[in-house]
């Protein structure tokens, strides 16, 4: 068991800018924007779809490891509430460019090559998400 590792994948599982925060609030925002009629709440629940595969994955390759799936509800307490969309957009792309930084970190500290496939191929959602997020913001910010 590699404690170090572990870690490292833990903190993206369940950290303060990890995939189960993300899926908190990434519907948080989708059912908060589907309530205001908003058609961007499909672009969060779709990000929600790939942030709970990606949390399977992690959760899945922890137990492998050795490691447990504990975690500190304090991780989840700057959770952001808001009705507005345009910040919504704003703070989740804020929240996925952290995650990128974060899952880039663990790249240069994971040695494996499984471990970094698996995270390469999360950085390359997060990046999408990004995209799709700058995107629906584009798009909001000409029509209001």
Do not use: P
């Not at 969060?44 to 779809?49: A, G």
């Not at 509800?73 to 929240?95: P, Q, S």
């Amino acid at each position: 068991m590699n404690n170090f590792k572990i870690s490292l994948l833990k903190d993206a599982y369940c950290g303060e800018t990890s995939e189960m925060f993300c899926i908190l609030q990434m519907s948080y925002f989708a059912y908060t924007a589907s309530g205001l009629g908003s058609d961007f709440a499909e672009i969060f629940l779709n990000i929600v779809e790939d942030e709970e595969r990606h949390q399977k994955i992690l959760g899945k390759f922890i137990v492998e490891q050795g490691g447990d799936l504990e975690f500190d509800v304090e991780n989840f307490k700057h959770l952001y509430f808001t009705k507005n969309i345009k910040n919504m957009l704003e703070k989740a792309i804020d929240l996925k460019e952290k995650c990128i930084i974060n899952y880039k970190l663990l790249l240069t500290k994971i040695l494996d090559v499984h471990t970094k496939n698996i995270t390469k191929n999360i950085v390359a959602d997060e990046q999408k998400h990004i995209l799709w997020l700058r995107d629906a913001l584009e798009k909001y910010t000409k029509n209001h």
